[in-house]
C-alpha cells in the first residue's frame, strides 16, 4: 500500500480526462498522510492502513471550490489498487491504480 500509484480508469470520468492538470495518482505514505489529485481535484489524506488496504478522510479543492470527504482503497491479488472516494454530502467514484 504505501507508495505513489498511478490512477488510470474511474467509473465516472474518461479516462483521458484524469490528467487534465498532472498525471492522475494516489499516494499512501509510511506516517499515515497521503495525497491525491485527479482531473481538478486535489486531496490531503489522513489514511489508517489494513494488511491490504486503507480506509482515509480527506480536505482539498475540487476546481478551486473546498471539498472533504473519505474514501478507502482496497489492493487486489492481481496488484490493482480499487480506491473509492466520496465527498462530505456528494458524489461518490470508483477508480483503479497500478503501483507507480
Known amino acids: 500500500m504505501i507508495g505513489k500509484w498511478r490512477i488510470f480508469?474511474?467509473?465516472?470520468?474518461?479516462?483521458?480526462?484524469?490528467?487534465?492538470v498532472e498525471p492522475a495518482f494516489i499516494?499512501?505514505?509510511a506516517d499515515g498522510a497521503g495525497q491525491f489529485k485527479f482531473i481538478c481535484v486535489d486531496g490531503a489524506m489522513e489514511?489508517?492502513?489494513?494488511?491490504?488496504?486503507a480506509d482515509f478522510d480527506w480536505?482539498?479543492?475540487d476546481e478551486m471550490d473546498e471539498a472533504s470527504g473519505s474514501g478507502?482503497?482496497?489492493l487486489g491479488e492481481?496488484?490493482?489498487l480499487t480506491i473509492t472516494i466520496s465527498?462530505?454530502?456528494g458524489h461518490e467514484a470508483t477508480f483503479s491504480a497500478r503501483r507507480w
Do not use: H, M, P, T
Open 78 to 80: 492481481d496488484g490493482i
Open 59 to 61: 480536505v482539498g479543492v
Open 27 to 29: 499516494q499512501f505514505n
Open 87 to 89: 465527498r462530505f454530502k
Open 47 to 53: 489514511c489508517g492502513y489494513s494488511a491490504n488496504g
Open 72 to 74: 478507502d482503497a482496497d
Open 9 to 20: 480508469e474511474a467509473d465516472d470520468y474518461a479516462a483521458r480526462d484524469l490528467d487534465l
